[in-house]
């Protein structure tokens, strides 16, 4: 079965940089397993972020970014800020109707 | 604007079958989209149960999919959700979500845009 790999935990102080990648158990991430992008903070609906690799969702700030780095896809925050501290999940579609959650990366901002 | 909201029993008993009814505003499900069903045991991440397309094709995860019936109402523009046998491990909040699709060259490509809020169905005798 394949598995979504994420980092379960990562942190960033506020105004630096943090990037949050996307993996498979087995194979490479390509723009052709459609990777998108949700943040959600405790108790609430998850909000879309990233869809199609690399397009942001309207209204999401232009500091979120998504891209493909090596063989992972990726969530790049630019000058992250004390409200970015959520749990962040990626999405992949496996082809024949699947789609996979990762298991999420939990940002802290200190 | 397009609202989605999930109602669910709350509780269910070990071994029954658990019930959740998710009604659509704002855009009529019959018209287009996958529309899909996500859960999140308590502290844990979030899974993909299913999805099913307006026309009535329906995909659901491998491990779930003996137990999972996914369905639409569209006179009350609806989709439901039924599990059947659930044991602890099923507890969860269960959230509907719309899937939005676009073109790419390598083929179409979908996303989870709408969500509702989500309702938690505890599994305990």
């Known amino acids: 079965q394949t598995v979504v790999t994420q980092e379960p935990s990562f942190s960033v102080s506020p105004g630096g940089t943090v990037t949050l990648t996307c993996g498979l158990s087995?194979?490479?991430?390509?723009?052709?397993?459609?990777p998108s992008w949700y943040q959600q903070t405790p108790g609430q609906a998850p909000r879309t972020l990233i869809y199609s690799t690399n397009t942001r969702s309207s209204g999401v700030p232009d500091r979120f970014s998504g891209s493909i780095l090596g063989n992972k896809a990726a969530l790049t925050i630019t000058g992250a800020q004390a409200d970015d501290e959520s749990d962040y999940y990626c999405v992949l579609y496996l082809g024949s109707g699947i789609w996979v959650f990762g298991g999420g990366t939990k940002l802290t901002v200190l | 604007q397009v609202q989605l909201q999930e109602s669910g029993p709350g509780l269910v008993k070990p071994s029954e079958t658990l019930s959740i009814n998710c009604v659509v505003s704002?855009?009529?499900?019959?018209?287009?989209?996958?529309w899909g069903w996500i859960r999140q045991p308590p502290g844990k991440g979030l899974e993909w149960i299913g999805s099913i397309y307006h026309s009535g094709t329906n995909y659901c995860n491998p491990s779930l999919k003996s137990r999972v019936t996914i369905s639409l109402d569209t006179s009350k523009n609806q989709l439901s959700l039924k599990m059947s046998s659930v044991t602890a491990a099923d507890t969860a909040v269960y959230y509907c979500a719309r899937q939005e699709d676009y073109y790419e060259s390598s083929g179409y490509g979908y996303y989870f845009d709408y969500w509702g809020q989500g309702s938690l169905v505890t599994v305990s005798s």
């Open positions: 704002g855009y009529s499900i019959s018209r287009g989209y996958y």
């Open positions: 087995s194979g490479s991430v390509s723009t052709s397993f459609y």
